[in-house]
T-cell receptor
């Protein structure tokens, strides 16, 4: 079984600044994947970034990057040059098969 | 690519009626589909996993007879909420994955807001 913990219910960042969202997980699996999904007010779940656990290199997608610390079971998301459109709920998730285990989410507010 | 269509986006029904929600993968073969339920300001809760051509696997606490899932083809899964009651009102989201890609990525539909009067 896997558990995913997001300890920040809400975060706020100013436009153009950088923000980091925290996520820790617990798993007994040796092979697994980690994800960050974004859910804007439309409630459409959007994949932001994905990390394979066997890869040491941190994944990067444009302004989004992760800090994957496997030993510490930590998987934080860094958003650089924040934009108003980044405002959303962000969910960290883990899977080892095909089912996803989600954290409780972090609500990100972006202020002008 | 990797588009999942979910229909309807919103449904209002009377208590006691049944409601069917469709989830289609438009540009890939969805060997596995998932159904989630999401309450306001909460995370997604997995209800069941369905593989094409076989019975769905339900999570603990989810009533199989209340939430009927059919995955008859590689592009379509349906969730039927039978004899809906006000407590079934919620946001239902489907997702699909292509096992053949090996990517373990789930692509989500836009969700269905169910309101039972």
């Amino acid at each position: 079984a896997q558990t995913v913990t997001q300890s920040q219910p809400e975060m706020s960042v100013q436009e153009a600044e950088t923000v980091t969202l925290s996520c820790t997980y617990d798993t007994s699996e040796s092979d697994y994947y980690l994800f960050w999904y974004k859910q804007p007010p439309s409630r459409q779940m959007i994949l932001v970034i994905r990390q394979e656990a066997y890869k040491q290199q941190n994944a990067t997608e444009n302004r989004f990057s992760v800090n994957f610390q496997k030993a510490a079971k930590s998987f934080s998301l860094k958003i650089s040059d924040s934009q108003l459109g980044d405002a959303a709920m962000y969910f960290c998730a883990a899977n080892s098969g095909y089912a996803l285990n989600f954290g409780k989410g972090t609500s990100l507010l972006v202020t002008p | 690519g990797a588009v999942v269509s979910q229909h309807p986006s919103r449904v209002i029904c009377k208590s006691g009626t049944s409601v069917k929600i469709e989830c289609r993968s438009l540009d890939f073969q969805a060997t596995t589909m998932f159904w989630y339920r999401q309450f306001p300001k909460q995370s997604l809760m997995l209800m069941a996993t369905s593989n094409e051509g076989s019975k769905a696997t339900y999570e603990q606490g989810v009533e199989k007879d209340k939430f009927l899932i059919n995955h008859a083809s590689l592009t379509l899964s349906t969730l039927t909420v039978t004899s809906a009651h006000p407590e079934d009102s919620s946001f239902y989201i489907c997702s699909a994955t292509d096992r053949g890609s090996g990517a373990y990525i789930q692509y989500f539909g836009a969700g269905t807001r169910l309101s039972v009067l």
